[in-house]
């Protein structure tokens, strides 16, 4: 089975810092990684799939690189509405079998 | 716009079956795609449980597959979870959410969860 872990777990930053979440597979799954973001009470909200592409609508100030095993999830200018937990899955495993990192929290410094 | 709707008891017996349903509307799930199942138990993290496509076909988490059927009513635009023999450890938020796929060249797709349901609190508890 594929394995994710993500880090820091949690965070604590400003608005307009530059804030950068890692994940790491315990194989490699090529580019097929998505970042989700999940507010309290909220169901998750797909922000970058295919490790890189952003989704429709998501600001421009998400983005997202890595192949293989490591993979980041990068906001460029930390916003109030961004304080949030946020979650890498794997789409790689044949047959399919989705996994999700643990998730890393964001939250004001 | 896609809209997705989970609906079930919203407490369930321990060893007996948890069933929900998950409404879609704004568009037609005999148009393809894949639909999924993923639980999150309070304060924890995110777990896939499974996913159908239109025809029936089904893919399921090793961990949970022998406890769980999805199924698809094409005829009502909807599609189901039932999870067996639940125990306390299955009492989470589950959602329903749609898995379109993005052709990358020969047989390679990339699959995500693209419109999720508001999500629906189930217990476990006598």
């Known amino acids: 089975d594929i394995q994710m872990t993500q880090s820091p777990s949690s965070l604590s930053a400003s608005v307009g810092d530059r804030v950068t979440i890692t994940c790491r597979a315990s194989q490699s799954i090529s580019s097929y990684l998505n970042w989700y973001q999940q507010k309290p009470g909220k169901a998750p909200k797909l922000l970058i799939y295919?490790?890189?592409s952003l989704q429709s609508g998501v600001p421009s100030r998400f983005s997202g690189s890595g192949s293989g095993t490591d993979f980041t999830l990068t906001i460029s200018s930390l916003q109030p509405e961004d304080f949030a937990t946020y979650y890498c899955q794997q789409s790689y495993s044949t047959p399919r079998i989705f996994t999700f990192g643990p998730g890393t929290k964001v939250d004001i410094k | 716009q896609v809209q997705l709707q989970e609906s079930g008891p919203g407490l369930v017996k321990p060893s007996e079956t948890l069933s929900l349903t998950c409404a879609v509307s704004?568009?037609?799930?005999?148009?393809?795609?894949?639909w999924g199942w993923i639980r999150q138990p309070p304060g924890k993290g995110l777990e896939w449980i499974g996913s159908i496509y239109h025809s029936g076909s089904t893919y399921y988490n090793p961990s949970l597959k022998s406890r769980v059927t999805i199924s698809v009513d094409t005829s009502k635009n909807q599609f189901s979870l039932k999870l067996s023999s639940v125990t306390a450890a299955d009492t989470a938020v589950y959602y329903c959410?749609?898995?379109?796929?993005?052709?990358?060249?020969?047989?390679?797709?990339?699959?995500?969860?693209?419109?999720w349901g508001q999500g629906t609190l189930v217990t476990v508890s006598s």
């Open positions: 704004g568009y037609s799930i005999s148009s393809g795609y894949y």
């Open positions: 959410a749609r898995e379109p796929e993005t052709y990358c060249g020969g047989d390679c797709y990339f699959y995500y969860f693209d419109y």
């Open positions: 295919a490790a890189s």
